[in-house]
């Protein structure tokens, strides 16, 4: 950007942000503010570091001064990562059809900038009835599809929840035709639904807890040979939902904690334990 700055204090200021002695501060303004690339190149921005801002005429962006250059604009342009979504709805009950699940939380940065994700954020604005077309792929998921009858024990929070809807859709279907395992599902409340809002509320409240008040109604199902399937976006969630089980084990059979740990490693060994966390 600094070739192309055509005031001479903008070509100094990004050079000192390409400098080693600028590195912190370009850190501080651009990726811990998660600036997009088009605040970037308004000059006002870039001014505004300095303690002024641009107004007038003389605020354009820094892509208008580079128009007249002589190469394609793909030469600037920034690829955008990819977005990942689990799919969140059966084949058996929608032909034909994906279902998304998507989090449009907006979230506020250091300096109280509101930011959106930029996928989801464009996700949500597109009307169904223009018929838009948007460019996927399909990737294999890690979490094995359950037989009908296997008794089920769903722990989703958040977005993570998103491909147990497809399970739960799933048994619905198979159920009109043949003898299907209940399903605790521990995300959204009503039946065997439980919710955990752990965010919204001020007194906060976590899956973990829920799982706690359920302590019997797991260990039965565990009994029964039920199968745990636990996402989240988090890494640290599921250890934490993994303490919470170790407790159960060791309250409702009277085990020794360590022998809690051992007898749910044998289910992970076992194929009866299921993870997929982390973005």
């Known amino acids: 950007m600094s070739f192309f700055a055509t005031v001479e204090h903008e070509k100094e200021r990004l050079q000192y942000f390409a400098s080693p002695k600028g590195r912190d501060d370009l850190y501080q303004y651009n990726q811990k503010e998660r600036r997009t690339v088009l605040e970037v190149q308004k000059r006002g921005f870039i001014d505004g570091f300095w303690g002024k801002e641009t107004n007038g005429p003389e605020q354009q962006s820094h892509v208008d001064s580079i128009r007249g250059f002589p190469f394609s604009a793909n030469a600037i342009r920034v690829a955008v990562a990819a977005g990942s979504y689990s799919i969140s709805s059966s084949p058996l009950a929608h032909l034909n059809q994906v279902h998304l699940t998507v989090n449009v939380t907006p979230w506020t940065t250091l300096f109280k900038r509101k930011r ?42 958040g977005t993570g929840c998103a491909p147990f809807h497809g399970f739960v859709e799933e048994r619905a279907v198979q159920s009109r035709s043949c003898s299907t395992g209940p399903v605790l599902f521990f995300f959204e409340k009503g039946g065997g639904f439980y919710v955990a809002f752990s965010r919204e509320e001020e007194q906060k409240v976590y899956v973990q807890q829920k799982m706690r008040e359920k302590s019997q109604r797991i260990w039965n199902l565990l009994c029964e040979g039920a199968s745990i399937y636990v996402v989240s976006s988090s890494t640290k969630m599921p250890s934490d939902v993994f303490s919470s089980f170790e407790e159960i084990v060791s309250k409702e059979n009277g085990f020794p904690r360590e022998s809690a740990v051992r007898w749910l490693r044998a289910m992970v060994r076992a194929g009866k334990y299921h993870v997929e966390a982390g973005s």
Not at 128 to 150: D, E, N, R, T, Y
């Open 116 to 157: 959106m994700g930029l996928c989801s954020k464009w996700l949500t604005g597109l009307d169904p009835q223009q018929g838009v077309i948007i460019h996927a792929w399909f990737v294999k998921g890690s979490l094995p599809a359950p037989p009908p009858s296997l008794p089920l024990i769903l722990i989703g929070p």
